[in-house]
């Protein structure tokens, strides 16, 4: 079988990852990385980097992955899709939905394998999660709340915590229900000097009327990835960080002791701490980019999906200014 040809532009934090995964992936040879500055910290020392994408273009790269900055995904996606090749763009897709738009529908007209990187969703904790809820493990979701924490990012100057750390959210609570955001209320601060938001808390509905909360900032010293979502027979906890999934099931059991009672409520059920493989998130979502574009499926995140979280992290800064629900 003929190995795919791959190419990365951005060699930033995130873009170095790319570079060591796509380098040791089967049936796939990274021909090209491209980053106007260089490889400037010696991430990729035995390969050349190119300036410009169409130095990448010339190469005859089969797909690129995008790992610039968000303000300059709809330029260098358009470049790519015009040239025939395949994208595979770090999340969020755009800055704005009207350019998440645009890609979108470009690579639809060309016919071409689109897919954005919101590599949460590859986590085997959330892997797990999606399995068990289909198979009604939690019966009916009521609710789902987020906790995004952590210091700041130097490596992020375009977009605040709404669009760089609220979308993971945004994207897993949509795809582990099936279902879309309806409304969203939220309140945003500037705590650190930078144009945009650094923290936000969010609560929102879905359509299927799921309740959602997320707390996001790049303000806590403390680091913490952790979903809770909230079942008729139970809860599940993720944590994305550990990729630790637990089940918390409704109390069965009455607690005698009024101490007890007071510390864990007033009945308890069982907990399982459940075991499974961890493969690394992002090499699976490579894998699954490689397998669809070899036609052997395998999920990844659509850009329609991507848009549509896109519109929901704008209907939550819209939110933030206006101080008012916003419907979408």
Request: with cysteine.
């Amino acid at each position: 079988m003929k190995k795919l040809r791959a190419a990365l532009v951005g060699l930033g934090i995130m873009g170095s990852n790319h570079a060591r995964v796509l380098s040791s992936l089967a049936d796939v040879d990274l021909v090209a990385i491209a980053d106007p500055q260089g490889d400037v910290r010696g991430l990729v020392p035995n390969q050349e980097v190119l300036k410009t994408v169409d130095d990448v273009i010339r190469k005859g790269v089969d797909y690129c992955v995008i790992a610039a900055p968000t303000a300059l995904h709809e330029e260098i996606s358009v470049k790519l899709l015009d040239a025939g090749v395949h994208v595979l763009i770090e999340k969020p897709l755009s800055h704005n939905s009207q350019s998440a738009r645009r890609i979108a529908e470009i690579a639809q007209r060309r016919g071409l394998v689109g897919a954005v990187g919101h590599v949460e969703r590859f986590n085997s904790a959330f892997q797990q999660a999606r399995v068990r809820i289909l198979n009604d493990e939690l019966g009916e979701i009521y609710q789902i709340s987020t906790r995004r924490l952590g210091p700041f990012p130097s490596r992020i100057a375009d977009v605040g915590v709404v669009m760089d750390l609220a979308t993971h959210d945004i994207d897993l609570s949509a795809w582990i229900t099936g279902a879309k955001y309806r409304s969203v209320s939220a309140q945003s601060s500037k705590r650190v000097g930078r144009t945009y938001e650094d923290l936000v808390a969010i609560t929102a509905k879905l359509d299927n009327g799921v309740v959602v909360n997320h707390l996001v900032n790049w303000i806590s010293p403390l680091k913490e990835r952790k979903t809770v979502i909230t079942g008729a027979k139970g809860s599940f906890v993720i944590d994305t960080l550990t990729s630790d999934l637990t089940f918390y099931a409704n109390g069965t059991f009455t607690i005698q002791q009024d101490q007890l009672a007071h510390l864990r409520g007033v009945s308890q059920g069982d907990i399982h701490i459940y075991a499974f493989d961890k493969p690394e998130p992002l090499r699976t979502q490579h894998s699954n980019f490689r397998d669809v574009l070899f036609g052997k499926g395998g999920e990844v995140v659509s850009l329609e999906n991507a848009c549509r979280t896109v519109e929901v992290a704008e209907a939550i800064l819209r939110s933030c200014q206006t101080e008012k629900v916003v419907a979408l």
